[in-house]
T-cell receptor
Framework: DAGITQSPRHKVTETGTPVTLRCHQT?????MYWYRQDPGHGLRLIHY???????DKGEVSDGYSVSRSKTEDFLLTLESATSSQTSVYFC?????????????FGSGTRLTVV | GQQLNQSPQSMFIQEGEDVSMNCTSS?????WLWYKQDPGEGPVLLIA?????ELTSNGRLTAQFGITRKDSFLNISASIPSDVGIYFC?????????????FGKGTKLSVKP
């Protein structure tokens, strides 16, 4: 396993507040990803990173930003949380240029925005 | 964007039965992957397929890379209660963004003892 740790595992926050989720990996994987999982939608890519300080948007990036200042850490920030961002968030890592070997996922963060 | 159509969306079966699910796309894929997600956990890779026609097994699970390269199948034989979970297909499309997988929406499997 890639040794992926997501924190916190659960969070309840109020609408309009900023929230930061953390993903930490110990396997020195170059690629890191943030997904959200909602019933009926499967896994949807929010943002991804292909190296330190190199990030790009996924299909549902509005309202989210990311930062990667170190190989091992990938942060997801909700600038001003809304109820539509209530979801389970997964971080994943990939070891190579190609996704052929698949990703390794963390255990997820359940975020509730009230 | 590219999409994967995974079916069925859910299955409710009796313990001991065999299970089949599939994933299709309008695009050609060069890699197909199957993941399982247990309740409260992240998806875990079960099987990876890299060649058209390839058939790969992992215990009671067997997956195939379709010869058209636009589909893949997962079979589970003699299901047991611990097979419960959500099964996702994923793939990398030819010409797609390198390093990025496309995921199906999942098949939720429930097993009745």
């Amino acid at each position: 396993d890639a040794g992926i740790t997501q924190s916190p595992r659960h969070k309840v926050t109020e609408t309009g507040t900023p929230v930061t989720l953390r993903c930490h990996q110990t396997e020195n994987h170059r690629y890191m990803y943030w997904y959200r999982q909602d019933p009926g939608h499967g896994l949807r890519l929010i943002h991804y990173s292909y190296g330190v300080k190199d990030t790009d948007k996924g299909e549902v990036s509005d309202g989210y930003s990311v930062s990667r200042s170190k190989t091992e850490d990938f942060l997801l920030t909700l600038e001003s949380a809304t109820s539509s961002q209530t979801s389970v968030y997964f971080c994943a890592t990939g070891s190579g240029m190609s996704a052929n070997y698949g990703y390794t996922f963390g255990s997820g963060t359940r975020l509730t925005v009230v | 964007g590219q999409q994967l159509n995974q079916s069925p969306q859910s299955m409710f079966i009796q313990e001991g039965e065999d299970v089949s699910m599939n994933c299709t796309s309008s695009s050609i894929f060069n890699t197909w992957l199957w993941y399982k997600q247990d309740p409260g956990e992240g998806p875990v890779l079960l099987i990876a397929l890299y060649k058209a026609g390839e058939l790969t097994s992992n215990g009671r699970l067997t997956a195939q890379f379709g010869i058209t390269r636009k589909d893949s199948f997962l079979n589970i034989s003699a299901s047991i209660p611990s097979d419960v979970g959500i099964y996702f297909c994923a793939g990398q499309a030819v010409g797609g963004s390198q390093g990025n997988l496309i995921f199906g929406k999942g098949t939720k499997l429930s097993v009745k003892p």
